[in-house]
């Protein structure tokens, strides 16, 4: 029997298991990492927060499962519903959601049988290094923009102590990575928030009313079927949030592609593309039989993976459990929202740069020729389209812009020929 890889590059690879300790921390890490945009999701469509803590943890547990603890993935709630659930939400109640998320979930499953059947060795020729690495740099950037007006506006207006906390926020951490060592030196993204909360609250942009309001222990608004509401067919919720699940799996497979880099592994060959759908999509099925918006494994998170190379999926399980304890305690739940949107774009400038330097890394690893025309345009297409924004929409149906620049740049690396005309000649 061949031994297991094991990536000795890292601090903990992915089946290392951590003390008590550093294992808490670096749970707790990931969890803040997570924490705002998991709870932003329910808080836009009207969806009890409480419940999404709990979804995205049972729902990356059933993924950790299904992958048989084989990917360090952490699964929050999915932006790309936001439309669809809202629109759904004014007409027919978060039931139609329900069926909706369920049937996303299906569509995963049947797309991961049918990978099954005819095997993932495709995926090398739709996705060479000349599109992924373009695509893993979109990942990384294409939410720069967000970041940035986060840290300068409140309430749509330019707002210094925001840009100061951002920036205070964004140094602390960076010399938390550079500096510290042993434990604190792994969970650098954790300090780095700490501190910006304080620093934040010094500077008085930290509401702390909700804090002292919370309850310590509150029972999320649970959505269960012939429990709170007895389900019925709702076409409308299958046709409107159906077709974005393909959208989704581009999202599931692009950081999948970050994840193959990071780790030295391939996981659409162990445990398998088939797998990896499979658990994405009953982790949606769980989130919609108790509630929660469908999910959908977090880029945030990965860039917490690569700047503190700590891999284990012990970590991102106890993170797991954590967000489930977390939406049954009112005040810590409150606490977390509290965090002020600067501090997050703080740690965002190194998080999603950190996903983009790793598709440059790729690039520059499998020496990509750009006095090719072909690579030249495919990685332009790929990098304009996905950061610049574009997306395609059609009703309460839209193609993300990192889903268009892929799309886009696979349909080129098909089309186009090695070598143009002018350089035959």
Same mark, same amino acid.
């Given at each position: ?12 690879? *992915? ?48 993924y950790l499962t299904v992958t048989k603890g084989k990917i360090p ?20 109640? #978060? ?101 910006? #909360? ?23 608004n649970f959505e269960i079927p012939f429990v709170n509401y007895e389900?019925?067919? #709702? ?78 999926v012990f970590v991102i399980g106890g993170a797991a459990v954590l ?23 703080? *740690? ?78």
């Open positions: 029997m061949a031994k297991e890889f094991h990536n000795d590059d890292v601090v903990l690879d *992915i089946k290392d298991k951590p003390k008590a300790l550093p294992w808490l921390g670096l749970s707790i890490q990931h969890l803040f990492t997570m924490f705002g945009a998991t709870v932003l999701v329910p808080i836009l469509v009207g969806i009890d927060p409480g419940i999404a803590l709990v979804s995205s943890g049972l729902g990356t547990l059933v993935a952490y699964l929050g709630s999915s932006f790309a519903f936001i439309a669809a659930m809202k629109l759904l939400m004014s007409t027919d109640g #978060y039931p139609a959601i329900a069926q909706g998320a369920i049937t996303t979930g299906l569509v995963y499953l049947i797309v991961s049988l049918v990978v099954k059947k005819i095997g993932s060795a495709w995926m090398d020729k739709i996705l060479p290094p000349i599109v992924v690495g373009p695509v893993i740099m979109v990942i990384g950037l294409g939410l720069a923009a967000n970041a940035a007006n986060n840290a300068m506006f409140n309430d749509g207006q330019y707002d210094y102590k925001f840009l100061l906390v951002a920036l205070v926020t964004m140094g602390i951490t960076i010399f938390f990575n550079m500096f510290l060592k042993g434990f604190l030196g792994l969970i650098p993204i954790l300090l780095g928030i700490i501190a910006g #909360y304080l620093f934040a609250l010094l500077m008085g942009i930290v509401d702390t009313q909700p804090i002292i309001d919370a309850a310590w222990f509150a029972l999320p389900p019925k067919f #709702y076409l409308s919720a299958i046709i409107t949030m159906a077709p974005i699940a393909f959208v989704t799996m581009t999202e599931h497979i692009g950081h999948l592609m970050v994840l193959n880099k990071l780790t030295k592994r391939n996981f659409f060959q162990d445990p398998g593309l088939n797998r990896t759908l499979l658990g994405d999509g009953l982790a949606q099925i769980v989130a919609g039989l108790v509630g929660g918006p469908p999910v959908t494994s977090y880029g945030e998170n990965i860039g917490v993976l690569a700047i503190t190379r700590v891999h284990s967000a489930v304890i977390l939406g049954f305690v009112g005040k810590l739940s409150a606490l977390i929202l509290s965090i002020p949107n600067p501090v997050i774009s703080g *740690i965002s400038f190194i998080l999603f740069g950190v996903i983009a330097a790793s598709g440059l890394k790729i690039l520059i690893e499998n020496k990509i020729d750009f006095d090719k025309k072909k690579n030249l345009l495919i990685a332009s297409v790929i990098l304009v389209i996905g950061i610049g924004g574009l997306y395609v929409e059609a009703g309460t149906f839209t193609l993300s812009a990192m889903a268009l620049a892929t799309v886009l740049g696979i349909a080129l690396n098909l089309i186009l020929p090695e070598t143009s005309r002018s350089e035959k000649a």
